[in-house]
Structures are given as structure tokens and as C-alpha cells.
């Protein structure tokens, strides 16, 4: 079965870096599109960015752009999300994401914290 199991979150302070990972099973990996979304509490789930199949295109959040960079490697079922010049706003449980046969999978999350 699909699973997708995220890693690498934590606390940083305003302006620091984290790189999340993404492990992916149960599926062709280098056939799918993968996405991140966030979740802050008392608010939507919201799309963070998207990388091809190949990693040879990308799309990102307007709000994210510059900041955010996602990348995967097809030879190990990962993908990752860079994170820099955090901001409190982006404080939320972050989760990567796959269309497979008709039907989004994720994983569990993990919480990303941005604070003094």
C-alpha cells in the first residue's frame, strides 16, 4: 500500500532553515507527481509546491517563492522540501503528498515551528 512517511521538522527562529524529507513506498515513485501541503491550526490545508515526476519542473506558492525549494531523487523514494528565511506564518504540519490511482495519499505530517 501507499505510505509516505515525513521527517525533519522542528522549532527554528524567524529567518532560520529546515530541510524536510519524504519517504515514499507502495507505489512507482518515478512515475508521480509529488506535492507538499501545510495545515496551520484553525485554517485550510494549503499547497506548498509541486515537482514533476522527472524533478524536471516545479511550481511553488507565490507566498513561498525564493524561500522554498523542493527537489527528489528518483534512485532512493524521497523527496525533500528546503526551507529558509522562515517565518512565524509558515509555522504548520507540513505533509507530502501523491495522486495515486484517483485517490490522494499522505502521511502522517510533520510540525514545523517558528519562533523566538
Known amino acids: 500500500q501507499v505510505q509516505l512517511v515525513e521527517s525533519g521538522g522542528g522549532l527554528v527562529q524567524p529567518g532560520g532553515s529546515l530541510r524536510l524529507s519524504c519517504a515514499a513506498s507502495?507505489?512507482?515513485?518515478?512515475?508521480?507527481?509529488m506535492k507538499w501541503y501545510r495545515q496551520a491550526p484553525g485554517k485550510e490545508r494549503e499547497r506548498v509546491t509541486t515537482?514533476?515526476?522527472?524533478?524536471?519542473?516545479?511550481n511553488i506558492a507565490n507566498s513561498m517563492k525564493g524561500r522554498f525549494t523542493i527537489s527528489r531523487d528518483n534512485t532512493k523514494n524521497t523527496v525533500s522540501l528546503q526551507m529558509s528565511s522562515l517565518k512565524p506564518e509558515d509555522a504548520a504540519v507540513y505533509y507530502c503528498?501523491?495522486?495515486?490511482?484517483?485517490?490522494?495519499?499522505w502521511g502522517q505530517g510533520t510540525q514545523v515551528t517558528v519562533s523566538s
Open positions: 503528498d501523491v495522486s495515486w490511482r484517483a485517490k490522494n495519499y
Open positions: 507502495g507505489f512507482t515513485f518515478s512515475n508521480y507527481h
Open positions: 515537482i514533476t515526476s522527472t524533478g524536471s519542473s516545479t
